[in-house]
């Protein structure tokens, strides 16, 4: 599969716990988005990365979470201390170019 | 003010008539301009991207760009059942509406 892949696809924690989610993005894509979906939502958009550079951060994002693209492949997105309010569908997406841009399955947090 | 706003729905449309799905921005320097298609339980898939004022045409499907106006349509011709999901309007780095559900029926 050359699709765009997320790990886990599922993830439960106990509220106050640290989560972190991988994204590897189609190969050679340069661009790298991080989005929150809940039920009834469009996705919100929480990052964005051009190679390694963290280039836009949702100011919706509190201090709890973090991004990184190291090396301009992978990306993680870690969310410390989590609260019930973070149950969400985490999707990240990655393009080439600007008139593009492909989403993985997405990780389902269900915090509890 | 939302940066994109679309209407919710559902719009309920018969198979075969024109489905028209509209959203408004607010960003008048945004350049970009893309609509997804959602299943319920799925992913977004793209299905057009514009950025030149006025129509693009792809299969049945037409994005319509009006700057000036700052909204953005999606006519969908010969509707099917098979195309009932969510539609999301995203602009700039793909800052995304709501989206608004559309449902086709026989």
Redesign the interface.
């Known amino acids: 599969d050359t699709g765009v892949s997320q790990d886990p696809r599922h993830k439960i924690t106990k509220r106050g716990q640290n989560v972190t989610f991988r994204c590897d993005p189609i190969s050679e894509h340069n661009r790298l ?1 991080w ?1 929150r979906q809940t039920l ?6 929480l990052t ?1 990365f051009q190679n390694e550079a963290q280039l ?1 951060k949702s100011r919706l994002l509190s201090d709890r979470f973090s991004a990184e693209r190291p090396k301009g492949s992978f990306s993680t997105l870690e969310i410390q201390r989590t609260e019930q309010g973070d149950s969400a569908m985490y ?1 990240c ?1 990655s393009s080439l170019s ?9 990780t389902r947090l269900t915090v509890v | 003010q939302k940066e994109v706003e679309q209407n919710s729905g559902p719009l309920s449309v018969p198979e075969g008539a024109i489905a028209s799905l509209n959203c408004t921005y607010s960003d008048r320097g945004s350049q970009s301009f893309f609509w997804y298609r959602q299943y319920s339980g799925k992913s977004p898939e793209l299905i057009m991207f514009i950025y030149s004022n006025g129509d693009k045409e792809d299969g049945r499907f037409t994005a319509q760009l009006n700057k000036a106006s700052q909204y953005v349509s999606l006519l969908i011709r010969d509707s099917q059942p098979s195309d009932s999901a969510t539609y999301l309007c995203a602009v700039k780095w793909l800052i995304f509406g709501t989206g608004t559900r559309l449902q086709v029926f026989p």
């Open positions: 988005y989005y009834g939502q469009g996705p919100e958009f964005y836009e999707l997406a600007k008139s593009e841009a492909f989403f993985g399955q997405g």
